[in-house]
């Protein structure tokens, strides 16, 4: 009976590999450091999908200001291509690899990459935060980015978010409304799995 069933899930997961083969996906790729903008700019000559979330800084020096234009996931671009197409990512400079477990580049959820995507197009107001995957978890009901779920923080008279992409392990912070989020309880750690959180079981090859 095991031997059967453990059959069973080699054959489901490779026919999830082909699959992932085959079809256009969402995909982490992990980046020299400092490199994200020129791997993007190389994605735009070359035709691959990709998306680069930026925030707004402004940095300081002795004689001047700069307002700056930074990646939200320092390292990491995700680009949308079938798997069979990964050398057209593979051998931009500056690309270190494609995010997964082992030999396997895994897929994120592509409703979820489209609700940041969506989110953080307008003038939300969003940060990176360092990762954060316990405490008091709500989900979004209006606005921008409704439907997804994060850790609640409070700040001053401020309520702000936590929203987190565990496969990367790394997390951003946004500014919300009482009036636009939900409580869904209290969790420990990321055991739980949450519909719009873009996790995966294991820890990252990277």
Not at 172 to 197: C, F, S
Request: with cysteine; hydrophobic share 45%; glycine share 8%.
């Amino acid at each position: 009976m095991a031997t059967a069933t453990m059959r069973f899930h080699s054959a489901q997961r490779s026919s999830e590999l082909a699959a992932a083969y085959q079809e256009p996906c969402w995909y982490a790729v992990y980046t020299s450091a400092n490199h994200e903008k020129r791997v993007a700019a190389h994605f735009e000559g070359k035709g691959v999908q990709h998306f680069l979330p930026l925030y707004q800084t402004v940095h300081r020096w002795k004689d001047r200001r700069m307002l700056l234009a930074l990646p939200l996931f320092p390292s990491y671009i995700f680009v949308h291509l079938p798997l069979r197409e990964r050398l057209r990512v593979l051998e931009v400079p500056g690309v270190a690899r494609l995010v997964g477990f082992g030999d396997y580049a895994a897929p994120l959820p592509a409703e979820q990459i489209e609700m940041l995507r969506n989110g953080l197009s307008g003038e939300l107001n969003a940060q990176p935060h360092p990762y954060l995957t316990a405490g008091r978890r709500v989900r979004i009901i209006n606005g921008p980015l409704a439907g997804m779920e994060g850790i609640l923080m409070r700040k001053k008279s401020n309520f702000r978010l936590i929203l987190s992409i565990n496969l990367i392990m790394r997390s951003i912070v946004v500014d919300v409304d009482a009036a636009d989020i939900r409580p869904l309880g209290t969790v420990e750690g990321a055991q739980k799995n949450h519909p719009v959180e873009l996790r995966a079981a294991g820890r990252p090859g990277l």
